[in-house]
């Protein structure tokens, strides 16, 4: 999969391909990036649906809407492996019970293989819901897993020609103050330059 890339990760592949010679081939390295919480509460925004559709009792579904995702601090040995889990908050509304109120979820971030490629998987847990006249119930069953590609493949110019620099995530390991992602590195030689 071809990726496209931030200013500073841009940077990042120039001196992981200054390093490398240019178009030398095989591992490079193995790359450890940290993002904060501020950080991930940008991705997550992009991540988490805004709009799931939930079925009650009867199965008459309702809306919920989700919005204003933020993280709120992380949990380094939570969840049900003991992996960690970020820990955040998020306004949630359901306009068919005129409900409107801030909940709570933990939020798991691990990789897994599918069909023998790497996604990072990102898991939303325990949403607790107060609905009238029924109690209280964890919506997170209906709100899917979103599985990010873990295998990326980004060209690039080097001292001695193009190259490409395959990133793969291979962990992700939970802080008290952030997450850290750890990528290896291959470069190989790149297609040729056009005209």
Do not use: W
């Not at 200013?7 to 990036?33: C, E, N």
């Amino acid at each position: 999969m071809r990726a496209t890339l931030s200013v500073g990760s841009k940077f990042l592949l120039a001196g992981v391909v200054a390093l490398s010679g240019g178009a030398a081939s095989g591992p490079v390295a193995a790359v450890d990036v940290t993002l904060d919480a501020a950080t991930i509460s940008e991705l997550l925004d992009g991540f988490v649906p805004t709009r799931v559709e939930y079925p009650l009792i009867g199965g008459r579904p309702v809306t919920l809407l989700l919005s204003d995702v933020r993280v709120t601090g992380f949990d380094p040995a939570g969840g049900p492996e003991g992996r960690g889990q970020i820990l955040t908050s998020l306004h949630l509304e359901v306009p068919e019970l005129r409900l409107s109120t801030p909940v709570h979820p933990r939020v798991s971030l691990d990789v897994e293989q599918v069909d023998g490629e790497p996604f990072c998987r990102v898991r939303i847990h325990d949403v607790a819901l107060k609905v009238p006249l029924i109690g209280e119930v964890d919506i997170a069953r209906t709100i899917r897993p979103v599985r990010i590609p873990a295998d990326n493949i980004y060209p690039a110019r080097g001292a001695r020609g193009d190259v490409n620099i395959r990133t793969r995530l291979v962990d992700v390991l939970m802080g008290t103050t952030g997450v850290r992602f750890r990528f290896d590195l291959t470069v190989s030689p790149g297609e040729a330059a056009g005209p």
